[in-house]
């Protein structure tokens, strides 16, 4: 169980998921994917304050039935889905959000992860690239302050940069498990061999 931080994870829909995968997997097999891969996100974290960002109804009572909270942004994109899970987690008195993308492959380490870092006075935030050092696997930072989102090719580095600008003492973690999140056939074909 984790203290005063909040875990979100952004999920857009089971419909039509993975797109890039399109060209290996039928919509049925990314579907289902996208769902076994959420799944172990939450069980993953589980006994942790959980809100899943969605609009959508199916991922909204998939999130209750699985014990999460839900916010629903009301606007479409990424940025916009966590700027408001923050906005609600600084209402709610959280000081901390940690943004998990609902597609790792390996996050049994997230929580733990997560926990060493609030317990370290030296850092306010965490940023854990994918292992191509583009994307951002997760993101911790306090909900307090203007830290404005930057998900999308390139993120890891916006995210950095933006951590500098609002002040942040920020750790960049390489993390053998949670760089791996299933984007594209090659990640998947490494999936499917573990």
Known sequence: MLGDVRIVIPLRSFDDPKTRLREVLSGAERRELCRSLADGLLTAVSGSDVVVVTDDAEVDRWARSRG??????????????????????????????????????????????????????????????????????????????????????????????????????LQVLDHEDLGWDIDDPADLEWFLRQ
């Open 68 to 169: 999460a909270g839900v916010v629903a942004p009301g606007s479409p994109g990424l940025n916009v889905a966590v700027t408001a899970a923050r906005n609600d987690a600084r209402h709610d008195g959280i000081a901390d959000v940690a943004i998990l993308p609902a597609d790792l492959a390996r996050p049994a380490t997230a929580a733990s992860v997560v926990a060493a870092t609030l317990a370290d006075a030296t850092l306010d935030a965490l940023l854990v690239p994918d292992r191509h050092h583009d994307g951002t696997n997760l993101l911790l930072v306090p909900t307090a302050g203007e830290f404005t989102f930057a998900y999308g090719p390139g993120s890891c580095d916006r995210h950095r940069s933006e951590a500098t600008r609002v002040g942040l003492r």
